[in-house]
């Protein structure tokens, strides 16, 4: 098993208990801003109107959801690293935030010293999508089509070509020598349309935000990058087990907040939040959505957060990427 791997499961064992019944109301009281860094309708988008809803619930306050596109989630993450640390302010994350200081030249903010981390809330392989109507049936197909038409092909990723799915592509196309051409959205949203009205060849999208699509036969998953298949998509193999053994990215999604927040205000966040991925209801309504709940404490979120900044700011220097 690889340091990630087990770094993913030593999460999903560290789930924290509930709240005491004493806790003091979060951000007294006040509304909670749960920022995103993606377009309306995408994964993350979508994880992070279901753990406001259940948060709100839990503490009786309104906690709304402010989508601040664009970046690769980069323009998100600089808004609520400047606001104060008291709980007003939270930002959902994906593993992309762990690559930006790779790509992006003036990252106006540290991804690790700029925030204080609460936990990491679950995660979610990235699939490789076609068309229904698209004549590339599985991956093996559409890997052959690939190479036979070296830079006819194009495919898209969401976030602006800075997240883990335009990671994973770009990754993939160089393990296969594939010369195909990237075309970058500012969503998963708006690359699924460009897939399904034709102007893209395949696309990657994380698993929830492929699920829509796939039920309704839209469009057809080809593989998904996680070394072992997703239960909610189990006839679809993996990338590993088709054209390249060992082949891993798995997304995830986690809490962070402004740096410098009290310990005893991140742990009761922390609290609040393991309380949502503990309940059995939404546990079995993230799996229909193809996301597994990690969980865990403060520390292990910083820990993961750190050695995917390592994992990913090695392979984007490694290939010479750069967003301006």
């Known amino acids: 098993m690889n340091r990630r791997a087990a770094m993913l499961l030593s999460l999903v064992a560290a789930l924290m208990p509930a709240a005491p019944a004493d806790a003091q109301p979060i951000a007294a009281g006040r509304p909670i801003n749960l920022y995103v860094g993606f377009a309306a309708g995408g994964p993350a988008d979508l994880l992070a109107r279901i753990v406001a809803e259940r948060l709100q619930e839990q503490l009786g306050q309104p906690v709304v959801v ?27 994350v994906t593993s992309g935030h762990t690559g930006a200081p790779a790509l992006y030249r003036n990252l106006p903010f540290d991804n690790q010293k700029d925030f204080s981390p609460i936990i990491a809330l679950a995660q979610s392989p990235v699939v490789l999508l076609a068309d229904s109507k698209s004549p590339h049936r599985d991956i093996q197909g559409l890997v052959a089509a690939a190479k036979s038409n070296p830079g006819k092909l194009n495919f898209g990723t969401g976030g602006g070509g800075a997240t883990l799915t335009a990671l994973a592509a770009v990754l993939l196309c160089r393990d296969l ?50 070394p072992h298949r997703s239960s909610a998509l189990p006839d679809v193999p993996t990338v590993a087990e088709t054209v390249r053994p060992g082949f891993d990215v798995t997304g995830w999604f986690g809490i962070l907040a402004p740096a410098g927040m009290e310990q005893s205000l991140v742990d009761q966040l922390n609290a609040e939040f393991a309380r949502i991925l503990a309940s059995p209801p939404l546990k079995a309504r993230l799996a229909t959505l193809g996301i597994d709940p990690i969980g865990g404490t403060p520390q292990q979120f910083a820990d993961l957060i750190a050695a995917e900044t390592t994992r990913w700011g090695g392979l984007i220097r490694e290939l010479g990427l750069k967003v301006d």
């Not at 609520?80 to 959902?92: E, H, I, M, N, W």
């Not at 500012?186 to 039920?215: C, K, R, W, Y």
């Open 66 to 92: 402010q989508n601040r596109g664009g970046a690769g989630g980069t323009i998100a993450a600089a808004a609520v690293a400047k606001t104060r640390p008291d709980g007003t302010s939270l930002l959902l």
């Open 177 to 226: 020598a594939i010369d195909a051409v990237a075309i970058n959205y500012p969503g998963s949203g708006p690359a699924n349309i460009a897939l399904t009205s034709g102007t893209i060849d395949f696309s990657f999208d994380i698993v929830s935000g492929a699920m829509g699509l796939l039920t309704a036969g839209t469009v057809r998953g080809l593989a998904v990058t996680s």
